[in-house]
């Protein structure tokens, strides 16, 4: 399996994601629902807080993702969705500590919104992961 990172002659180079994504060969795509700062016990974490929400999430999202057989580095793609009115850079900086020096940053896609599922919920994220049908 092979996936190519492409960041196109005419388009705008940023370290923190993508342009362009290619997958080739045999392998599994991995689609994760959106996440929010819901843990385990159903308990909303990070009330007004959108950074610790969105380690709770990234937490959830590397349990969703492990369940599946694959990592963090294995995802092509995030949506982002933020509550209007908060700042993109806490969930950005928990981003950078998750994603750490890792090469090829994923697409990203970043949206604000009027409101989430739940009035406390200040973001959400889902994913698409791409791995070798050989990971399990």
Do not use: C
């Not at 002659?9 to 923190?16: E, K, Y």
């Not at 590397?62 to 963090?72: D, F, H, M, P, Y």
């Amino acid at each position: 399996m092979t996936v190519e990172f492409i960041t196109p002659d005419g388009l705008h180079r940023n370290p923190a994601f993508s342009q362009v994504v290619v997958t080739q060969a045999n392998s599994r795509t991995i689609y994760v629902g959106g996440q929010n700062s819901v843990d385990s016990s159903g308990k909303i974490v990070g009330k007004g807080d959108i950074g610790q929400q969105a380690k709770q999430i990234f937490k959830n999202l590397e349990i969703a993702l492990s369940s599946a057989g694959a990592r963090i580095d294995h995802v092509i793609k995030w949506n982002v969705f933020i509550v209007q009115g908060q700042s993109l850079q806490p969930g950005f900086e928990e981003f950078q500590r998750v994603w750490a020096n890792r090469p090829n940053p994923p697409l990203i896609t970043v949206l604000f919104v009027a409101g989430l599922a739940n009035s406390d919920f200040l973001m959400e994220i889902d994913a698409i992961a791409v791995t070798p049908n050989s990971i399990g």
